[in-house]
């Protein structure tokens, strides 16, 4: 019976009633022992009953009944993952961020929802080659090579010209007492390597630069994005009736307006295997108490990050779930 509201009211957003599940669903009973059995639901907090219509809607509590007890998978159209491949592989031979953005985009096409994506940080990767390239005498870049083919850059302020002769010692200390470590283990303990080098004065100066700025530094180099999170288009989202009020419309912009918090839940998910959902309330953050947010974590060797989707509760969970899954496997397999 819960499982027929929830479809119900996932496919019309219209609240459920005894004659309409009786007639959609072929539950075997009468109307009357629908109606009883949804009085009984109601009571133990699994449906409510809005003041404007006989039927009733399924609370948070059923969704997460319906999400952990209830749903099956179904097999994914061959149209709908001939469209996952065609986009997301189309940008294989782009930045990372530029696929992430581009799977995201699609599987909020497909799933009628807003596309979430949060990239890796690069905590764990490892450093094969760091580059100094001067930009102005108050200004170098520092170019990061980690394993993979990643390349990272980071710019770096100086307070005096520091002549081509200490750029290249810099760089070779830099390469001899940083190669082969992670930049996470660079971050921890930079200082203490790059102590009795026994370097000329101007090499001195550029070295004490990254003593004391270097755990910023290596800090700016870790998200694989400038953006906390990365949307597909609110287009579709929009367009469902929970954001037909403004105040809801206005929270949905305010999520991708500032998405620190939305990328801190998502955060949270990266190295939980399987799929994740949070329901409504469940979240930590109240701003995300209309939404529900289904992800997956894909990885990319040793690193990994979260790609799924955000919407109202009222969600095709079973359709939701397999294309999530989905799009994380073939993340994961294009990246890797």
């Known amino acids: 019976m819960l499982e027929a509201v929830i479809r119900s009211y996932v496919e019309t957003a219209e609240p459920a009633g005894s004659r309409t599940l009786s007639r959609r669903f072929g539950l075997g009973v009468s ?25 009733r809607v399924p609370t948070n509590k059923a969704y997460r009944a319906y999400v952990d007890s209830l749903l099956s998978l179904p ?93 290249g010692a810099v760089t070779t200390v830099l390469n001899e007492r940083l190669g082969g470590l992670t930049l996470g283990q660079i971050r921890g303990s930079l200082p203490e390597r790059l102590r009795d080098t026994g370097a000329e004065q101007s090499a001195a100066e550029l070295l004490n630069i ?12 870790l998200p694989i994005s400038d953006q906390p999170v990365l949307f597909g288009s609110t287009s579709p989202l929009a367009e469902q009736p929970e954001f037909s009020a403004a105040d809801r419309l206005r929270r949905l912009l305010e999520l991708t307006e500032a ?14 295997p399987g799929i994740s959902i949070t329901i409504g309330a469940e979240h930590d953050d109240p701003k995300l108490e209309d939404f529900t947010v289904v992800t997956a974590e894909y990885r990319i060797g040793p690193l990994a990050g979260v790609i799924g989707v955000i919407g109202p509760t009222r969600m095709p969970y079973d359709k939701v ?16």
């Open 31 to 55: 109307p009357a022992t629908i109606r009883n059995t949804m009085s009984d639901l109601e009571d133990k907090g699994f449906l409510f009953h809005p003041h404007t219509s006989a039927g």
């Open 75 to 167: 097999p994914l159209r061959a149209a709908e993952t001939e469209r996952l491949i065609e986009e997301i592989t189309g940008a294989h031979a782009s930045p990372i961020e530029m696929v992430l953005r581009r799977a995201a985009q699609t599987l909020g096409v497909l799933t009628q929802e807003l596309g979430v994506a949060l990239g890796p940080r690069l905590d764990h990767s490892i450093l094969k080659r760091l580059e100094l390239v001067r930009v102005s005498s108050e200004r170098m870049l520092m170019v990061l090579t980690l394993d993979g083919g990643l390349v990272r850059t980071v710019f770096v302020e100086v307070p005096v010209d520091i002549v081509d002769s200490a750029l």
């Open 210 to 221: 990254f003593v004391q700025e270097g755990e910023q530094l290596f800090e700016t180099a």
């Open 259 to 272: 998405p620190h918090a939305l990328g801190e839940t998502m955060r949270k998910r990266v190295h939980v």
């Open 321 to 336: 779930i397999a294309l999530v899954s989905h799009t994380s496997r073939l993340l994961s397999d294009l990246l890797e």
